[in-house]
């Protein structure tokens, strides 16, 4: 079995990965890191979102083999140097953006993606970002809300 | 209110673990030595299984063990645990249902052998392998030609395909009848309540784990109630006593109730890590749950609304298929029965109902509860008749709905239930007031202005949550009892560890269930942790279902919070020589009245493990309680809902312009966690109404099995919604005053949706009086063409 070497959270790491193993099974059995989820299996729920070389990618589509040497970013490696809630994180805590929490990685993750080419998106552009994240638990309310008051928007007067 | 206490909106403190990636979830965990399951499932819906050749899988890399219906020979079936009596007082056919499938297959999914192996990939391999030879049988999907004379029979032992006829309330048939035959008007609506597939984001999972030392076994599963599964499958399926069996849930990623059931893979884990020694590992992926999960809902029925000159509701008649499927799931029979007829009564005083269900096998997935289980089909048919009526009578729907409203408590209705509170004027009052039904004209002017049809749907909906009391249920055919648990125990410096039945898969318990004790006692709620889905460290419990944590397992904790605070009185009454009657507890202080005299909570705590000066003489020491809380009466929330759409008159298309909901759940304690739950109820509501639906072709093909075809709601189909539950009349017979708010923005929100869109399309010039769901753009576009 070939050794799959990439960066993940900034640090380097390397393990035995078949050719078939998704980069979702990588995260979660090679490397232990299990905060990025699965949902489905057909590439629609969006649980296992992270992020390659910057982009927004949904790790069951995508062998391990192809992220060979690219910078990966998972949920884990979203919270502040000390360890406390990163922004976003903590959007999602203030507003009750979670409630089982299997969601939350992809959602963090697509949020975040989001944040980073659209910086004050209108609740229309969270919406139509999110259309490949699925939640079962919020009905999107209080994503939506989180996702805007992480980018420093008053949605108060959105969502009330 | 304590700092934190009843009523304060404090952000969950398990989030931190669930942003941080460091939830533990089921499938999270691996054991030491693990080995991986898959399933080889039946591609037919029906068929005889005359042989299953596992020869070539034996040989794959990495097999450890084949095992197929003939392994289970032995071991029980997967028992239901609701025995339905039927109206001729026949109990119901009740099927066997073997962990793998014995003689026939019954629906694409039933699992008829299973590999063990080194890997998932390898037991995956290996299970294509395997060939079943299988005679396909015509199979029956259509519950009404499933009850036509020479049907095939899902069941070659049960006399037909017909579970149970059931009629409630029987006695009071002949006099609905009557009431029918002098009304002066009679609404009739045949409608479908569509099947649904639960889909809780994260799948089942389940790994058994067997210690050959000691005998133990361990099942770790996705459960939402690890004390029912244990007593399940330890008595009825595989014989393992209690205290040889563990059943753990840990983090697990929301159930909606499709994870309340046993299911078989869960057997079947804790089986074969026996077999072969091994801890013993099933993920199921999403295909797989779209075939094995029990799907809800599934009901076709007629309903007729009689009404006097003056308007007033004078009876009601319900018929009633309900499709539970190729098996008995562990609670379907109650769901079309108990947890449906005893709602009919809405929010109405209707002095006459009777309710008749037959409950049909078919060769499709078991069906069962999935949030409100029969209560949202009780309310989506009555609020869709008020409706239709209002139509056919020319009277405004809210006033109709007002005329005929309860408005005395307790109230005792036809359908064998008693209402202990509510206020239905008021949360009308207050729907009409956020949803500013007042300007809603305007809307629909500025709407047409747009080219778009714009509607207005209103309804009301109640609830029986908090289920239940044990001697009631028994004799309804419930063969459990459903009071909850809890142990309070008190550590020596002061804070508190709360090991509750009740199990949390999203709600906030870890967050909400400590604002009590928190309250009770005056201290901080971060002095209180909980403990919860483990059956090692929780007293025998019933689980999270049917909106009963907090009104069940929190009157539990305060039961036993009280026996807590009652003992460490008696403490403080020693520690300061006073009369135990004249000790108070106050913002974590006990005190004696009158006198300047107080003992903090942590010196009484202590005092109790480091008995020196105590009075032993009298009380142990210690400081611990447990107390099993048995409700009196079911609890009632409701409210009213209103949704307004928009449908695009060229293709059909509905969007949801607004969404608001005005609630009574009694007392609130978090009121950000009741937020939510009313939003992600109103989520999956306007899922069942606008987009989903499991299709099921004539062969037993689930036609949509996976998210590329099933229409999940996401986030740009949704609204924000404007929610309320300022109106609040507490629950009178538990201790916490509360209701429950799981289920009711599933319950409520369906109608509203297809009242809204009936209103639209009428407005647009249609007499159309009815739709059924998913309101697709296709069917609305073909409704608007007739
Ligand atoms: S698990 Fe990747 S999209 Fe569902
Ligand atoms: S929080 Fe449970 S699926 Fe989103």
């Known amino acids: 079995m070939a050794q799959v070497k990439m960066t993940v959270n900034g640090k380097a790491v390397s393990a035995p990965a078949e050719g078939r193993m998704l980069l979702s099974t990588y995260l979660r059995e090679a490397l232990g890191m299990t905060g990025t989820h699965v949902g489905c299996d057909t590439g629609q729920c969006g649980v296992c979102a992270v992020h390659v070389d910057g982009k927004l990618v949904k790790s069951c589509n995508m062998f391990a083999a192809e992220a060979e040497g690219a910078e990966v970013t998972t949920v884990e490696g979203m919270a502040n140097e000390d360890g406390s809630l990163g922004a976003i994180q903590q959007a999602f805590q203030d507003h009750h953006g979670l409630q089982c929490g299997f969601c939350t990685p992809g959602m963090v993750m697509a949020a975040s993606a989001l944040l980073k080419v659209n910086s004050k998106p209108t609740e229309a552009e969270v919406r139509a970002h999110l259309s490949g994240n699925l939640c079962r638990c919020t009905g999107y309310h209080n994503i939506v809300k989180a996702i805007m008051a992480a980018s420093g928007q008053d949605v108060a007067v959105a969502a009330e | 209110m304590a700092d934190g206490g009843i009523g304060a909106p404090n952000k969950r403190r398990e989030d931190i673990r669930f942003l941080t990636g460091k939830g533990n979830y089921t ?54 645990g609701w025995q339905i009596t039927d109206k001729h007082g026949e109990v119901m056919q009740e099927p066997a249902h073997p962990v793998l499938a014995q003689g026939k297959v019954r629906h694409v999914g039933d699992a ?43 069941h070659d032992d049960l006399t037909s395909n017909l579970c149970y006829d059931w009629g409630f309330v029987e006695e009071n048939k002949g006099a609905v009848e009557e009431a029918f035959k002098n009304a002066a008007h009679v609404t009739t609506l045949d409608l479908v309540n569509n099947r649904l597939v639960a889909n809780p984001m994260e799948p089942r999972v389940a790994i058994g784990d067997y210690d050959s030392s000691s005998g133990d076994s361990t099942l770790f599963t996705t459960s939402q109630n690890p004390h029912v599964i244990r007593l ?76 006097d000159k003056d308007n007033n509701f004078t009876a009601l008649r319900t018929d009633t298929h309900a499709n539970m499927g190729a098996y008995l799931s562990t609670f379907a029979p109650s769901v079309p029965t108990w947890l449906h007829g005893t709602l009919m009564a809405g929010n109405y005083k209707t002095p006459l109902i009777y309710v008749n269900v037959k409950a049909v096998f078919t060769n499709t997935v078991p069906v069962d509860a999935y949030r409100g289980a029969g209560r949202p089909e009780a309310t989506y048919q009555l609020e869709r008749v008020i409706s239709k009526a209002a139509l056919e009578l020319g009277v405004d729907p809210i006033a109709l709905r ?18 202990d509170t509510g206020d239905y004027v008021a949360t009308m009052d207050k729907l009409e007031e956020i949803a500013d039904l007042a300007g809603f ?78 309250e009770m006692i005056g201290i901080d709620p971060s002095m209180v942790e909980i403990v919860h889905g483990d059956t090692a460290n929780t007293p025998m419990g019933m689980g999270t279902y049917g909106s009963r944590s907090l009104a069940v397992g929190g009157s539990a904790m305060f039961k036993a919070t009280e026996k807590i605070i009652a003992k460490a009185k008696k403490i403080a009454a020693h520690l300061m020589e006073a009369a135990e009657g004249d000790v108070e507890l106050a913002n974590g202080e006990f005190s004696v009245a009158g006198t300047d005299k107080s003992v903090a909570w942590g010196d009484v705590t202590l005092a109790a493990y480091v008995p020196h000066n105590y009075p032993l003489e009298d009380i142990e020491p210690g400081l611990e309680e447990t107390a099993f809380y048995d409700p009196a009466n079911f609890t009632y929330p409701s409210g009213a809902y209103a949704c307004e759409v928009e449908v695009d008159p060229d293709t059909g298309k509905v969007t949801i312009e607004a969404f608001a909901a005005a609630d009574d759940f009694g007392n609130i304690v978090n009121p950000m966690i009741v937020d939510g739950q009313v939003h992600g109820g109103i989520g999956q509501g306007i899922g069942q109404a606008l987009l989903e639906g499991a299709v099921y072709d004539e062969d037993g093909q689930l036609l949509n099995g996976s998210f590329m075809d099933y229409a999940m709601p996401r986030a740009d189909d949704l609204p924000f919604y404007t929610v309320d539950h300022s109106c609040q009349t507490p629950c009178t017979h538990n201790p916490l005053g509360v209701k429950g708010c799981g289920e009711a923005g599933a319950i409520g929100s369906p109608p509203a949706v297809v009242n809204a869109v009936v209103d639209a399309l009428r407005r647009g010039g249609s007499d159309i009086t009815h739709i059924d769901m998913p309101l697709t753009p296709s069917r609305v576009w073909a409704a608007m063409q007739k």
């Open chain 2, 402 to 419: 007002r005329q005929n409203f309860i408005t005395e408590f307790p109230y005792a209705t036809p359908v064998a239930v008693e209402y």
């Open chain 2, 441 to 518: 004209e305007k809307r629909a002017a500025a709407s047409k202005a747009k080219g778009k049809l714009r509607g207005l749907g209103v309804n009301c909906y109640i609830e029986a949550c908090g289920i239940a009391p044990s001697n009631l249920v028994g004799q309804l055919g419930a063969r459990a009892g459903l009071y909850e648990s809890a142990t309070v125990r008190v550590n020596a410096t002061g804070g508190l560890v709360v090991m509750t039945g009740s199990h949390s898969h999203g709600q906030g318990h870890e967050t909400a269930f400590p604002q009590v004790i928190a």
């Open chain 2, 27 to 80: 499938d999270d965990m691996n054991k030491r030595g693990q080995a991986y399951v898959a399933f080889a499932r039946s591609q037919v819906a029906h068929g005889t299984l005359k042989g299953v050749d596992t020869s070539a899988a034996q040989e794959m890399p990495g097999v450890v063990r084949v095992f197929t219906g003939a392994d289970f020979a032995e071991v029980g079936g997967i028992p239901c």
């Open chain 2, 112 to 154: 008829f052998a299973a590999v063990v192996a080194e890997t998932a990939e390898q037991a995956r391999d290996a299970a294509e392998a395997i060939e079943a030879d299988i005679d396909e049988l015509p199979a029956v999907v259509d519950m009404k030609a499933a009850l036509a004379d020479g049907a095939p029979k899902v």
């Open chain 2, 232 to 307: 399940l499958m330890g008595a009825f399926v595989l014989g393992i006593p209690e205290h040889k069996l563990r059943v753990v849930a840990p983090d697990v990623g929301g159930g909606f109730g499709s994870k309340i059931f046993h299911y078989a893979e869960e057997a079947f884990c804790t089986f074969a890590a026996k077999a072969i020694d091994r801890p013993v590992k099933w993920t199921s992926s999403r295909s797989e749950a779209f075939i094995t999960d029990a799907h809800g809902r599934d009901h076709v029925t007629t309903i007729q609304l009689a009404l």
